[in-house]
């Protein structure tokens, strides 16, 4: 049965012209794929069009989709299809890069030692670094406790350094 759409034109206009760049950052950091970042945001924002869940504010709907995309790259990472095929990506086989303003980041050095880094340690240096969320909106968003949220800030730092080796 096919879902509702519960959302106006207008507010998810607004949403994806407001989120648009955080949603995909965080795919992007998450799935280390061009496509499947694109695939996550596509899914996140239809599940926006069809939630009838009534944001606060703007920092609720933030915090609702950066959860969201979470949940999403979660499920792709766990996925039959993720696990038996390899990407364009992993493949070597070129795709159209982004527009320079739609670029992430810059140092390529630190990022790749990023993707490198666990899924846990990855989402809350994203949200955290790139975001620039403090603990609390952190821990709400990855379900965990600010002092987790510190820990494995704490942990990935020091995985960073060494992967980086020992540069700061």
């Keep these: 049965m096919p879902q509702r759409v519960a959302r106006d034109d207008a507010f998810l206009r607004a949403a994806m012209r407001d989120h648009r760049a955080s949603v995909l950052r965080l795919a992007l950091s998450q799935t280390g794929s061009r496509a499947d970042a694109e695939d996550v945001y596509q899914d996140v924002f239809v599940a926006l069009a069809?939630?009838?869940?009534?944001?606060?504010?703007?920092?609720?709907?933030?915090?609702?989709l950066l959860r969201t995309t979470l949940n999403r790259c979660r499920?792709?990472?766990r996925s039959w299809w993720r696990r038996h095929t390899q990407s364009f990506d992993a493949l070597g086989i070129e795709v159209a890069q982004a527009e320079k303003?739609?670029?992430?980041?810059?140092?390529v050095q630190l990022w790749e030692a990023v993707r490198?880094?666990?899924e846990r340690y990855?989402?809350?240096?994203?949200?955290?670094?790139?975001?620039?969320?403090p603990a609390d909106v952190i821990a709400a968003t990855c379900g965990i406790s600010e002092s987790a949220v510190r820990t494995r800030?704490?942990?990935?730092?020091r995985k960073l350094?060494?992967?980086?080796?020992g540069m700061s």
């Design 116 to 118: 490198r880094l666990p």
């Design 101 to 107: 303003d739609d670029a992430p980041w810059t140092d």
């Design 50 to 64: 069809c939630c009838d869940t009534q944001f606060a504010d703007d920092d609720h709907l933030r915090a609702w």
């Design 153 to 157: 800030l704490s942990r990935a730092m």
């Design 122 to 133: 990855r989402a809350v240096v994203h949200l955290r670094y790139v975001e620039q969320l």
């Design 75 to 77: 499920d792709l990472a």
């Design 161 to 165: 350094r060494v992967y980086l080796g």
